[in-house]
């Protein structure tokens, strides 16, 4: 079998080894019972200028991006939209959420909000640190 590096991946064969793996951890772990869960923020011309993505599956929330504009930050919307976030989750039969970030304003708002730290990887390039983050409901 050839092996070889190579710098990006078409989408069909992406995708193929997507469905491999699936198929994999179905069949290991049983279904996940994934859902998105999306919440888009719009600015005054209707286009996305933010908002949270992320996923429920195996009884928790994940939160994948959560971007605020600058503009917009300090009133309150990351908390409104984690929280809209969670209470999706929690009908969704959801015990927890988790979510990671390199932002050290993120990490204190996260903080505030309940999450605590599962893990930290500090060697980044730059000094930088990605933190994951987890709170139970």
Known sequence: MELKVTEGIAPLEEDAILQL???FNIATFGESNRRELTIPLYDDDGEISGGLVGYTGRGWLYVSMLYIPENLRGQGLATRMLTMAENEAR?????????DTMNPEALG???KLG?????KLDALSGGHVVTWLARRF
């Not at 009908?91 to 979510?99: D, L, M, T, V």
């Not at 999450?115 to 893990?119: A, K, S």
């Open 21 to 23: 793996l699936r198929a």
């Open 91 to 99: 009908k969704r039969g959801c015990i927890g959420a988790y979510i």
């Open 109 to 111: 708002l996260y903080r």
């Open 115 to 119: 999450y605590t730290e599962i893990g």
